[in-house]
């Protein structure tokens, strides 16, 4: 795959060395056309037997099931849109808290994850734009960085 410097400088964030130093982290942004390889360059930065891919195409939350922290340092959300994003946004902003996920609406049933310095990558064809609620499109400037790459991602 084509090396992009943004890219590197966000994936710098899951060094050791950070370890106990950042509280959060930035989750990345792949904005890509389709058939340009952004899911396949997404699980090759961590590798892809280390990352976890979630499906989010007409999804309200991702589905977690298969996820297990010691094995996935990285996370890739496959066609996320931003509504998940910001539907999300405690999950997106991996902390030193475990995260209360899957929840029941009588709360009943509940299943709480830790996303500390798990890398988070999103891919998607479509991001925010103008008609985009100005407060989500505001807190999603703060919590990402985004690539934008016009043409195929591979070699």
Not at 89 to 111: E, L, R, Y
Not at 123 to 130: A, K, M, S
Request: with cysteine; net charge positive.
């Amino acid at each position: 795959f084509k090396e992009y410097v943004k890219i590197e400088r966000w994936k710098k964030q899951y060094t050791p060395e950070n370890v106990g130093k950042l509280v959060r982290f930035d989750f990345l942004v792949l904005l890509v056309p389709s058939k340009t390889g952004k899911s396949k360059l997404a699980c090759s930065l961590f590798g892809p037997d280390k990352t976890f891919v979630t499906q989010c195409q007409n999804v309200v939350e991702p589905n977690w099931n298969g996820f297990d922290r010691d094995r996935h340092p990285c996370i890739v959300f496959d066609e996320a849109p931003w509504k998940v994003v910001f539907g999300n946004k405690v999950m997106f902003q991996p902390g030193t808290d475990a995260v209360c996920i899957c929840q029941s609406k009588c709360q009943q049933f509940a299943k709480r994850l830790l996303f500390y310095q798990t890398a988070m990558i999103v891919c998607t064809n479509d991001w925010v734009d103008n008609d985009t609620p100005r407060a989500a499109a505001e807190w999603i400037a703060e919590n990402c960085v985004v690539q934008k790459i016009d043409e195929p991602a591979y070699l």
